[in-house]
């Protein structure tokens, strides 16, 4: 039978465009997407419709709710009937919490169907839209009929995608393992950011051609669109008590630092990210990208440059709650080096080194870590290895290549895997922290802390680091692009979750390669400008299948000339080491064995 005698007229099936590539996968679940390029973060238009009974309706009528979902859905898309009495439960059990839900119908061809009486039969009981001319779907940069859409009191979009991931493409699950939408909800009404902001929605896809992220207004103003752009972009670090030097939490704050901001957004120096940018209309790879869609960072210049109008206060964003203390919530466990350990006032400082011993009787399956300096302003990053008991302490290439746990930079400080994956941490096992501290004027003291959230249960799948490592390196004197190599043969079917390059002052420039069986070469991260005050991770929205048999290759550029204004001495061959005027080459990834089931502990 073909598939196309099943559809109703202009609906499409994601599965049906899928036809035309070999390598789509038959089942496909809800994967992750960059929020800024689908909308999340902007203002929505105040869109005036009409529902089912006649009357009209405007987003702006449900300004005294705390969240509103828009939900698409079509009685002839198979998914959006699948998630129907989801919809319905969901409304139900959030109305008490003051969440609104609209329904809206995008597909023309339905125009002939009675959705009054599908709405009626699954107990939606908020309006139902039937927007057949798409112009919300437009609006909202719909791509599916199971699309879900959550805006907080102020209209600005928070959560886009997936309701769970009970049903997909040629499948069906007994219950939901991921709860997006209502955990986007719990996150709204918290004032916090949603743990996953968008998502593709398996179902019908729609055919909108002129499909595009939220409009803004035709003048960008500070309370319509700047101050929202800020907030998603910037304020992590930039805002009271963060870890930028500098508060952009206000109009006043923006002005008075326009020309540096204008500067370094140019430059592309902030917000940090130095992964190479994806191709021409390609989505980003990066589900943490920090980069600054071209789009927005047109319209942040635009305002810099103009008259920085204000605009309306009824357009202000509402403000955001961040975390007091830990932003993976409360710990299992928080784990302290024995003792604070000086920082002088000026000049530099060679790595410190601190060793901590868990005590843990028992084995632990680690599904998220923070790193916390206590004194945050002199700490320019940390990386943190496990040591299983015995280890010695004095193995820095073993501890460098093959313990590593987590890191933290500024802006960068916590790492909450999803359920079903956690790393191992072995009972009686140690973790050696790995402190560079910048001075900055000021002698002080810091005692930097790690907090662990254990999994309830053994992990799906056991999260492993390595670093490909180059530790015979030899960089000669007053060379301004010297490449080295390291290679890691790949014994066992793999999927990798995340890279992060780790060189010193004279690294210049990463890359990542995957070798597969056949020769073809695949280029998995380029860094072209590498910088070491970043110790940034790139996590993968979509994990890379590595198949066994294959060759994992890390190549760093290293500038040792004297141009380069941080080299300690251009007159010198550099070789490996632990401290800054040495050097290391080492592509740290993370991954997981596809057939490895976790032991009952993680007995690593």
């Not at 709860?179 to 909108?208: F, H, I, Q």
């Not at 810099?304 to 357009?315: C, F, K, P």
């Not at 000049?347 to 923070?370: L, S």
């Not at 043969?489 to 690294?507: E, Y």
Request: hydrophobic content about 40%.
């Amino acid at each position: 039978m073909k598939l196309r005698f099943l559809l109703m007229p202009g609906l499409l099936l994601a599965a049906v465009q899928l036809m035309a590539s070999p390598d789509a996968p038959v089942r496909q679940a809800p994967r992750l997407l960059r929020a800024v390029e689908h909308g999340v973060g902007r203002l929505v238009p105040d869109v005036a419709l009409t529902d089912l009974n006649g009357k009209s309706v405007r987003l702006s009528d449900f300004k005294a709710k705390r969240a509103l979902v828009i939900a698409l859905t079509s009685p002839s898309c198979p998914l959006s009937q699948k998630f129907a009495p989801t919809l319905a439960k969901l409304e139900d059990e959030w109305r008490a919490r003051g969440v609104a839900f609209m329904f809206v119908n995008p597909v023309a061809a339905d125009a002939a169907l009675d959705c009054k009486a599908a709405a009626k039969a699954h107990g939606f009981d908020g309006p139902v839209i039937r927007d057949l001319n798409g112009a919300l779907a437009r609006t909202l940069g719909a791509l599916t009929t199971t699309d879900a859409f959550v805006l907080d009191a102020a209209r600005t979009l928070v959560y886009r995608g997936a309701v769970d991931d009970q049903y997909g493409l040629g499948y069906s699950q007994d219950a939901p393992r991921h709860r997006y939408l209502t955990d986007a909800l719990t996150a709204t009404l918290a004032s916090k950011s949603p743990p996953t902001a968008a998502t593709w929605a398996p179902g019908c896809e729609l055919d909108l051609k002129a499909a595009k992220p939220v409009a803004s207004p035709t003048k960008a103003t500070y309370h319509g669109r700047i101050a929202r752009l800020v907030q998603s972009q910037c304020v992590e670090c930039h805002r009271a008590g963060g870890v930028a030097p500098f508060s952009l939490e206000t109009r006043d704050d923006l002005v008075a630092r326009a020309g540096a901001i204008r500067r370094v957004i140019e430059q592309g120096t902030m917000p940090p990210w130095f992964a190479a940018p994806p191709q021409a209309g390609e989505p980003s790879p990066w589900v943490n990208d920090r980069s600054l869609v071209a789009a927005d960072k047109a319209e942040l210049l635009a305002w810099l440059g103009s008259d920085r109008a204000t605009g309306e206060a009824r357009e202000a964003p509402l403000p955001r709650k961040w975390p007091t203390e830990w932003a993976l919530g409360t710990p299992d466990a928080v784990l302290q080096i024995p003792k604070p350990l000086a920082v002088k006032a000026t000049g530099t400082m060679p790595y410190q080194r601190a060793v901590i011993e868990t005590n843990f009787a028992e084995a632990k399956w680690v599904q998220a870590m923070e790193v916390q300096p206590t004194a945050k302003a002199v700490v320019h990053h940390v990386l943190v290895f496990v040591m299983k008991p015995g280890a010695g302490r004095g193995r820095e290439r073993l501890e460098e290549g093959e313990g590593f746990f987590a890191a933290y930079v500024p802006g960068n400080s916590h790492n909450i895997y999803r359920d079903g994956l956690a790393k191992p941490l072995p009972a009686g096992a140690s973790l050696l922290f790995q402190i560079h501290y910048t001075p900055n004027g000021t002698a002080t003291e810091d005692q930097t802390r790690i907090g662990l959230v254990f999994a309830k249960q053994p992990p799906e799948h056991v999260v492993r680091t390595i670093g490909i490592g180059q530790f015979a390196l030899r960089i000669p004197p007053g060379a301004d692009n010297h490449p080295e190599v390291g290679k890691l043969p790949v014994v066992f079917d793999a999927t990798i979750l995340s890279f992060m390059p780790h060189m010193h002052v004279r690294g210049k420039a990463f890359r990542y390669e995957l070798i597969q069986p056949n020769g073809t070469r695949r280029t998995l991260l380029e860094v072209p400008r590498y910088d070491f005050n970043w110790q940034l991770a790139y996590r993968l929205a979509e994990p890379i299948s590595v198949p066994r048999g294959s060759r994992l290759e890390a190549t760093g550029w290293f500038d040792n000339s004297a141009k380069n204004p941080a080299n300690p001495d251009p007159t010198k061959t550099v070789r490996w080491g632990p401290q800054t005027y040495e050097e290391m080459l080492l592509g740290y990834l993370e991954y997981f064995v596809n057939n490895e089931r976790p032991r009952a502990e993680a007995d690593e």
